[in-house]
Every structure is written in C-alpha cells, then in structure tokens.
C-alpha cells in the first residue's frame, strides 16, 4: 500500500483547480475535461484517471466523454494546434491549398504533431465564419479572413512560440457584417426593457381584471395570472422556433409550464454548428441582452429559476464576454433573486461550452452534454419538455426565437403576427455566404423570395443555394422564385450561394464527408450509411464510378431515412439527392463505365513494381493487359 503511495502520479493542480470550479460534479464532466485541455493542451491519462477517481466515476466513462467530442485530445497536439475550416466556403475561399502551403512551410504533416513538438495542422468543420473566411482555430482562438498574408504572420508567431495570449488583436478581429437590419436586428432596445415590459403588461391586465370582478383571483395561484398573460401574447404573435423545425413556441413552453414537476429549466441553443450558419454568432456578440432577456420571459412564462447556455465550443472567444454581460445584469438586478424588485421573480444563468460535436446542435443531445455525457440523441418521447435536463422539465429554444420573444413583450403578439406571412410570422435572419458580392447577415421578413435575396447579396451567374445548410434543400435557377417560409423553404439560416463556376459533385461530396465526420457513432444505420454514401462519392472522384453507384446512393436513403435514431442520418443524402436530381450531369461526366467496377485496380497496383523492375511486357500486366 505505502509503495503504491509513493509509485502514484503526484495529484495535477489543474485537475484541482477544475474540480473546484465545477463543484466537483460529475455532470460538469464535459466542462472539467475543457478546462484540463486549455491547461495542458491536451488531456493526459494520468490526469483523466485523478478526475475519475475524484469524481466517484468509471475512467471508461471519462475516456468515453474526452473520446467523443473533436476539440478534447487524448494524444499531446504540440504547443500550438491549428485547425482549418473544412467547410464548403472556406473551400471556394481556397482553404485546402493554404492549408498544405501552410504545412510545408512548417515541416509538417497534416493531421500530425511536428517532430520537435511544435506544432500540428488539422482541419475542423465549419467554425462559424463563412462570411469572412477562411477560418482558422489556434489553441480555440478563432481567426477570420485566414489567407496566404495573414498566415504567414500566424507562422511567424509560432516560430517565435510567442503565447497566443500576446498575439496581435487584430489577429482576431470578428466583424458583424450585418447587411440588412429589421425588427429584431434593428430592435435597439435597452438590457432588461423587455423583461419590464412583460411584467408591466401583466401588472396592466392583472389591475384591469381586478377592476372588473373582485373574485377573479380565487382559485388562483398568487403571480399564476402574469406568466399566462405573456404566454397568451406569445400564442397570439405566432413565434414558431427559428432551429429549422419550426415547432410553436407557445405550445413548447404551455406544455413545460404544464409539466407536474416543480423544478424547471430554460435552455438556450447556442450550438449553430449547420455549415453556413453564423447568426448566432453576430447575435450572442451584439445582442446578447436580448437573448437574456428573452430567457429571462421564457422563465418568468413557465416558472423557470434557472436558465443555460450552451456556447458551441468554436465560440470560444465569446465565452467572456458573455460571462461579462451576466454580471452586469446581476449588478442591475435583470439576474438572480426578485428581478427587478419582483418579490419571488428569481432566474439566474449560466454557461456551458461545447467541445466540437455537431450533433449536440440536436437537443437530447444537448442535453446529455449538458448533463456531462457523450452527445448522443435520447429516444422519444418523453420529450424535453416533461423529461429534460437532469429529467425536469425544460424548454430549449435557439438564439433567434429567444431574441424574437423579447421583442414580442415590447410590442404584442399582433404586432409580430403582422410581419411576415400567414402561416410564417415576424422575420427571419439568414446567413448568407459563396459567391456574393456582401456576404453577411440579412433579415427579412418571412415571404423574401430566394431571387429578392441574391439581388441584394450582389450575386451573379448563381447556379445554385444551398438553404439551410446540407441538411436543407439544394435548389437551381428555375426556383429562385420560391419564398423563405416555413410553406415554402425553411431554413434555420444558412444560404450559401453558388455561381456557375462551381462543381456541385464537389459540393455534395463535402457535405457528405461532413455528414460522415459528425455521426456521433451510437447506430449502425448512420454510421456505416454515412461512410457508405463517402466511399460511393469518392469512387466517383476517383473516377471509377458508374450507374451502379448512382443507384446504390438512391438506396441508401430510405434505409437512412426508416432507421437512424435521429435527424443527422435522416438529412444525410439530402444534398446528394438534391444535387442529383438538379445536377445529375455533374455526376454522370465522371461515371466511366454503365456497369459496375470494382474500386480497387490490381493493374494500376502492380504500376509501381514494373517501375521498380524495368518490366513492361505483357506478362507484367494483370491478365496481360497492356
């Protein structure tokens, strides 16, 4: 026993000071693991065992957490670790041959650590900035507009192993880039002016009813009247949720409110990890009063005391900021107990990274983050709204519904039902990025047709657009007529633009590999479909494809679409069969053969040793090919 003592690892002050901070939780195990990374710069065993043996929990389940989520590392990734943008944009913008400029400049492999320790150089998915790309990662600190200039300087800086934390601000310098403000990018009201309003306008009703009839209050719970009064504007404004689906708010947060557990929670999805999708970002760095506030009205709708925010990892740099603005609001009372004087009023926030995982975008597996597990989508039902985070009940709106409640308390439910169409009321943001002239940030209202955008976007000879992402729909120049609505082409924001110098093989072949990188693994459909899908395309790109595969690709998607547990296998072939069905000469000029052929070619094989032997007769050939 003493040798054993003495033989173990001394105990790791970062593991310490972590447990501290999260209160030695093991739901906080996610959070813990970050912060250990930020620390080392990667998660060492020794480190990964203390946690576990400190938290009271299986190493298989903490190996299991720090294996599943792409920015924990259980292998040391150098002093400096550089992720390139692999998204489609960053692609158009030239990433790719930056990135093996880059590495060659460095003497360093892609996907690999430098001989000295260095350094290493790999690519990520989308990071948030396809307005003003290429994006770049450096140690989670995100860098826009990485060209060939800017990264000579960031080589430069790591030659020199000058701490990241002395690099030139103007390194990181995030524009807004909004090109089209309305209701709710243009709102400029006040921190916690919305919330005011929410109370004044039940205060209002509340004096009016009582006014009225006296007896009005009996049989009703004290501050029970408030909550409905605002939840009663929130059904009459039509709010649907701006995540894509486009669920009623009001019947979300009705049936939470309704939910027989006492304890309940608000949670903000912040983790816009679509490819093309950045308004979050703009949202959370310019107006993330609004936000708070309207979690803060969620709450107050649904009887909520706590609320949280899960910050996609790649919004690092917004994570103190943000840490900021809760403070401030607890200083001024928008936060914490008996806001703004309201006896019993109490809601308080907090913030949760995430640590690179796509599929935590979907909200069960949000929550099993938040909960400090692996990111895998829960069976339903029971919904979140009856069985959420820690089994609660729990509402989970994205950034942009959030926002549009606030805005709904200032100015009534009918005001917001006005804007937009029948069946698609208010406004909607759209991420706009490709081939435009103004890439950035447009909200319009709901009704805008594709073509009206593109005019304003500055794009020309468009080929195609891709609306809400590679999950969305991939349309060609004959729909440009067709309107952003949930009637018509929904989206949770991304629009990325293609002129007619793009390959939409290409194209669809990226959002495939993505698709395939972000399978969080849990069911066999997903996981071998998706990798399925990418062989078939890069055979294509091989140029050993034929109409076999074309047809096998058709295949795979009702088998996706019937068994995958959730809505990334579901949405897997979308911009394949999209491309195929508006582009299928795009495909068909690579396919070299009607019949099927096999991938793998022994006489192209056998190249190299006739090289080596001097021999090119035919006997050296397989089957005396020449």
Known sequence: MDRARKDAAPPDPAVKAALERRGRDPGQLVQIL??????HGWLPPAALAEVARELGITLARVRGVAGFYAFL??????LYRVLFADNVTDRMQGSQALMAEFCRSLWVEPGKVSEDGLVSVATTSCTGLCDQGPGLLVNGRAIPRAGRERLVQVRELILDRRPIEGWPEDLFAIEDNVRRRHALLGSGLRPGEAVKAALERAAAIETERAASDRSW??????DAEGPLVMLREIERSGLRGRGGAGFTTAAKWSACRAAPDGTRYVIC???????GTFKDRVLLASHADLLLDGMTIAAYCVGAREGLIYLRGEYRYLLEPLEA????????????????GRRGFDFDVSIHLGAGSYVCGEESALLESLEGRRGIPRNRP???????????????????????AALIAVHGGDWYRSIGTAKSAGTKILSVAGDVARPGLYEYPFGVTVREVLEEAGAECTLAVQVSGPSGTCIDASEFGRRIAFEDLPTAGAFTVFDDSRDMFEVARNYAHFFAHESCGFCTPCRVGTSMLVGILDKIHRGRGSL?????????????????????GHTACNPVLDTLKRFRPAYERRLTSLRFAPDFDLDAALAEARRMTGRDDPGAHFEGEA
């Open 269 to 275: 999805n912040a983790d816009e990890g679509e490819p």
């Open 548 to 568: 076999h595969e074309l047809e096998e690709m058709s295949r795979l998607n009702p088998v996706l679409q019937a068994s995958a547990h959730c809505g990334l």
């Open 382 to 404: 029971p919904y979140p709204v009856t069985h959420g985070y820690l089994g609660k009940p729990t509402v989970v709106n994205n950034v942009e519904t959030l926002c549009a």
């Open 217 to 222: 209050r009996e049989g009703v719970p004290q």
């Open 34 to 39: 970050r912060e250990l990374q930020e620390w």
């Open 73 to 78: 590392a259980r292998e040391p990734q150098g």
């Open 325 to 340: 603005t809760l403070e401030r609001r607890r200083r001024a009372g928008l936060l914490g107990r008996n806001l703004l």
